[in-house]
Nanobody
């Protein structure tokens, strides 16, 4: 059973940075593509970024492009989301999730394709 644990969230001022981590406790990490989603209060969960199992393919939502960087270290079974130039509208609970290797380009933005989710970590950006 894959278990994902996010960490690194917190309170930061606008313009600041945070790095989120997502650790897979079951050492199956390299078998999956992974993505980050976020959910702000009162809004639906939205896609943020995704990275293929080997790191060759990366995509970002337009709202974070140029500010956020997704990466992964399969040797450590961990993925990261470096968030720079944070804005108040980035405030949300951030989730990491995994989906199986396959059609990365068609599946990365589709929540239903993600079979495993972390519990989420809160990111709050003050103005």
């Amino acid at each position: 059973q894959v278990q994902l644990v996010e960490s690194g969230g917190g309170l930061v001022q606008a313009g600041g940075s945070l790095r989120l981590s997502c650790a897979d406790s079951e050492r199956t990490f390299s078998a999956y593509n992974m993505g980050w989603f976020r959910q702000a209060p009162g809004l639906e969960r939205e896609f943020v970024a995704a990275i293929s199992w080997g790191g060759a393919s990366i995509v970002y939502a337009d709202s974070v492009k140029g500010r956020f960087t997704i990466s992964r270290d399969n040797g450590k079974n961990t993925a990261y989301l470096q968030m720079n130039s944070l804005k108040p509208e980035d405030t949300a609970v951030y989730y990491c999730a995994l989906f199986r290797r396959g059609l990365f380009n068609s599946d990365y933005g589709r929540e239903a394709k993600y079979g495993y989710w972390g519990q989420g970590t809160q990111v709050t950006v003050s103005s």
